[in-house]
């Protein structure tokens, strides 16, 4: 017996998965699921409807999973009892929006920024997109440089945490 | 004929099919990233032409000229986007002794300064958008000169098009500061920082006309595209015919397409696009000077295959069709899958695409150039893949797009696919009350997914990580664990 | 309405896809081996219906009906093949109060004994092959009493169809050798021994038409297909209109379809076959009450959609459309890719389908119900897709679906989409010079692959040996190797 | 620098890797492969011209490969001194033609069978085809029986090799 908790948005999903059944939230559930390759692509087989699945694991724990063209993010937490721990997104960092490459990086460590100044520009696809400073405060350190090719995410700026 | 093309992507995958249907070899050319692309692996031949950047590649004019003597090509199709509409291509293309498969450079470049192409409208009586003709000058002070100007009011560069290259000011101020980067924006894409002032017809509906010209006063109309679903200029939704526009309507533009492609002495494919504003007065914008991103909805409501028709006129020199052969027969409409979130301000997303299936059935054509395995990168546009239905009329083809895009299925990366059945799912687009503001307009159902959805997905992945957890990846891909089989056999016991 | 399709594969995905498109619900059945088919995704509800033996599943009326009860379905189509020609099946959906979706369960009875359609045929004036109306009696001392009979003739099994329970005999000893096993086949094939004689037409043409009847002896005809490239009377390429086949004649056996199925008050889709001799006299065949595999090349070339007039006439009773609605525009073909390894006696292929590709572009239609990662068995027939191509005329429809088999890719198992190729490159078939003895006729080319591609097969299997052994499966799958970084470097510089 | 023999039907490509070229019998050849998913799809890159290639290796050193719609069968030999050991075809044996049902088996181990005589009744897709003795001898055992699944090249009946 295993038990597994999903959060997906703010759904919890508590999961028992025995020898040859399931509990949801407490409830029997009888459902199977079957990998249709080895890209990803499952059935969840209800007893009167089949389901496809797309899976795709980023980290441990963590899916995308595609149902009827919805993007669904889910995170496993093995055991019950463990809560998920949520880091409050902070302001210190400025991030890439989307992959890309900097186009110009208008800060130095040691500039003050105003809330809104542009500190990045950044290009993707036809765009040009200005990347301002998520609020006021001293530039700790430049993490890019023109040129460079960034990912999503990718931290860009760090603004010094001491200012507010 | 051997034809080379220069471009990548679905449009180059659409060329080499329609050549391979005319017995014409082709030559494919690719960039570093693009070196296993599916166009390079449908051509006859296929020549790297420089790194990964379009300006050292796809709009790399001596690398281009090279693969075609390099391969003996006798024609270059430029497709649409990078050096399609750029006259000094057509014209190395035409001086080397090559058929450029496009209008003649002089047209291209008539056509791509907008104050030229607007002159020429209104020497073809054609509607034109009242406003300057003239582009604004450097030192403008605007408030003083153009003190009566209606906002909001569109900043265009001269020689933008497609979209690009377009501001919007809603005042004065906003104005004054929307000129300075858009000149710097207009010089950096198009190497002309010259700007011009439109006004904005408020709740238009995007128009355009198709036309094919022999390049000595012929000129054929192929019908009308809507192109109103638009987001940042960018066409994303488009159908043939338009919707909802009267018969003498229809005649009336089809009519302006022809008089001022027979004025330009119009060769090959072009779009005339029009808008037309709420009090239902057309208004002339632009001509694309090369085969549209949607041509297929005129395809499939005509029959005729415009990039062979196309290809066969750069061959004769004359045009093998008549106007009377140009029939209509129901509705199309083309959804354009894109590499963009719209959860996340559809920015780009990049990926491997693990798994891939394109829907098929009655009515449904793709041109994609995916395949299973094919890495996306932000390189180049966010295209994926076009999906198109054919009805017998708007409704049914509305239905039959639903239902494509239903079994569309991209594995790793998010599509706007989802946002596609929204659209056409929506209320003002199955009733046809549609203009350019109306993705502005509409709001992304906020909504979470149904409860069984995401409960699925929790069930997918629990199941997922348990059997990880306890066969390593055996199970994963094996079709006939106990676990399956005992499933199996309990469903069919409790029947 | 709620429909149940009490079929599998391709039909069954395409027939849930008429439904989405109608928004019907629909409800999959499915057996053992097919318990994660594409059509128990695509369908509202899935439910199983027993194990992998056609005879415990798709032909196991208790558990369809069972089904439909459980889910409440309303109706049920029951595709081709399986129950769809049973009388005994149509009447037993209709007894649970349930629309059957096709002609009256008398009416499959009568058409299903092809001695009896014979007779209707005769009644309706149809041209009928000359020979016996009646069954071969068991006891019958053949030279006796038919020592007249001309051969070659052919035994066909009264409760045959479809290409099924016909054997060739040559000469009186072969007859003889023959009819017991004909007896023996149609017994175990279709529960009923009875035979009967039918002149064997030579060098005939198989043309079959395409009927819709409303039950009360309204009839619509939707053109002819002809279907003469046949392996063992399996048909392999379709293709509407029938090439090479004067006016006149066309209208005539239209009529004669319409003729029939107005005298039988013939309820849904048929199609009236015919065969055409050399002398160019047309005979009627059979009828088959149920949809054709081949039925998207008469929706190609009217823009109907035949399954959904099909069902919305099961839904209203009333033919909406009118005979002057069924206009025809340029030329379809069809192409069966099937599990098939022409190269050894066209046995079935089975396998794992490790990557797919299924074509696209301009006036490609693909039917098919395959996904990457699905297992292909000897369980059920060997139609893994239909590939359809439309054209403005035969000869660009020919070219098309050339290009679009070319796009084929199918790896994991052997299939016969080279010989389609073929098949359409020949002479004969280009010129429309084809019968029912076109597929025993023609040599399969026996050539050696060109040298080229040889070459190229050793270098991959060279080249994958070697990265396996130098690197286990790391490089394989890297898209970014040194060996290949330098490749691309040294093909930049030597251009 | 490693060296492959390739059997392609009656051809023969002694095939040399080195660190950055390739020689094919004898002579330099540019050509670069590439795999476009874990699924067997490879693309060939000459230097004008990209082919498609998928390969299958169904036991070690003998792949199948499709290019342009062609299934071809390597087979490598690793290092060019090894000739290929072709078995005889033996009639000793009667395989199953194709996957399918055994419908009816008509001998039995002992009994004398003339060739051509059908032993077997197999059932796939449609058709039901007779297997017939590959020679005149006797049946020394039987394999299989009504109702089996077999799969292509499955043995079904053996004959007493001594006969002959």
């Known amino acids: 017996m295993s038990n597994y908790r999903v959060f997906v948005g703010n759904r919890k999903y508590d999961i028992t998965v025995m020898k040859d059944h399931l509990l949801v939230n407490g409830d029997p559930f009888s459902i199977d699921m079957e990998s249709l390759n080895g890209n990803g692509l499952h059935v969840l087989r209800h007893p009167n409807r089949n389901i496809e699945a797309y899976l795709e694991s980023s980290s441990s724990g963590c899916y995308q999973v595609q149902i009827g063209g919805e993007h669904i993010n889910a995170e496993v937490n093995i055991g019950l009892d463990k809560e998920q721990n949520v880091e409050a997104a902070g302001d210190d960092h400025l991030q890439a929006p989307m992959p890309g490459l900097i186009i110009d990086v ?24 200005k990347l301002r400073a998520p609020r006021t405060g001293t530039v700790q350190a430049v993490h890019t440089q023109p040129g460079s090719q960034v990912e999503k995410n990718e931290r860009l700026i760090s603004l010094d945490s001491n200012d507010q | 004929m051997k034809l080379l093309i220069a471009n990548r992507g679905e449009i180059a995958v659409r060329i080499i099919r329609a050549c391979q249907e005319l017995d014409i070899p082709t030559v494919a050319v690719y960039s570093e990233a693009d070196r296993s692309a599916l166009h390079t692996r449908y051509a006859d031949e296929a020549l790297p032409i420089g790194p990964t950047p379009a300006a050292e590649s796809y709009l790399n004019m001596e690398r281009l000229l090279e ?5 003996s090509a006798t024609a270059v199709h430029p497709g649409y986007g990078f050096l399609s509409e750029n006259p000094d291509f057509g014209r190395a293309v035409e001086e080397a002794g090559l058929t450029f498969i496009g209008p003649r450079p002089e047209t291209m470049a008539e056509l791509g300064d907008k104050l030229s192409a607007r002159k020429a409208a209104r020497r073809a009586n054609l509607p034109v958008l009242p406003g300057s003709d003239i582009p604004l000058s450097q030192d403008l002070v605007l408030e003083r000169i153009e003190p009566d100007l209606e906002y909001p009011v569109l900043v265009k560069a001269a020689s933008g098009g497609g979209g690009r290259g377009i501001r919007l000011a809603r005042s004065a101020e906003e104005l004054i500061d929307v000129v300075d980067s858009a000149r710097e924006e207009a010089k950096a894409a198009f190497g002309d920082a010259t700007i011009y002032l439109e006004p904005l017809v408020q709740k238009a509906r995007h128009i355009e006309v198709q036309i094919l010209g022999d390049g000595r006063g012929k000129v054929l109309t192929f019908g009308e595209r809507e192109c109103s679903i638009q987001r940042r200029h960018q066409k994303l939704i488009e159908e043939a015919p338009a919707p909802d526009i009267s018969p003498a309507e229809r005649e009336c533009i089809h009519q302006d397409a022809k008089r001022l492609g027979e004025s330009l002495h119009y060769r090959s494919l072009g779009t005339v696009e029009f808008l037309r504003g709420e009090d239902g007065r057309f208004h002339f914008i632009e001509v ?27 061959v004769s020199g004359e045009l093998n069709l008549a106007q009377q052969d140009i029939r209509f027969q129901g509705a199309a409409i083309e959804a354009r899958v894109l590499a963009e979130d719209p959860e996340d301000h559809f920015l780009p997303t990049s990926g491997n695409i693990s798994y891939l299936k394109e829907p098929g059935g009655p009515g449904i054509r793709v041109d994609s150039s995916l395949y299973q395995g094919i890495t996306i990168t932000a390189d180049y546009d966010s295209l994926l893949a ?8 708007r409704q049914a083809a509305i239905k039959r797009l639903h239902r494509a895009l239903q079994e569309v299925q991209i594995g790793g990366l998010k599509t706007d696919v989802a946002f596609l059945r929204q659209v056409i799912d929506s209320h003002p687009y199955q009733t046809g009350n549609i203009d350019t503001s109306f993705l502005d307009q509409i709001q992304l159902s906020d909504r979470e997914p149904e409860e069984s959805v995401t409960r699925d997905a929790a069930l ?4 997922h990580i348990h059997r990880k957890r306890r066969n390593g990846n055996r199970i994963d891909r094996s079709r006939r664990d106990p676990w399956q089989q005992q499933a199996w056999r309990e469903q069919l016991a409790t029947r």
């Open chain 1, 106 to 129: 208008l800060v130095e460590p040691g500039d003050e920024v105003q809330e809104g100044d542009t500190l990045v520009v950044q290009e993707a696809m036809k765009m040009q997109m």
């Open chain 2, 67 to 71: 693969a075609a003597s390099k391969t």
């Open chain 2, 288 to 314: 694309n000077p090369r085969i549209q991103v949607e041509h297929p909805v005129t395809e499939m409501i005509t029959g005729l295959d415009l990039v062979k028709e196309q290809i066969k006129l750069a």
């Open chain 2, 386 to 393: 076009k999906v198109i239905a054919w009805g017998e009329n």
């Open chain 2, 460 to 463: 997918a992945a629990a199941l």
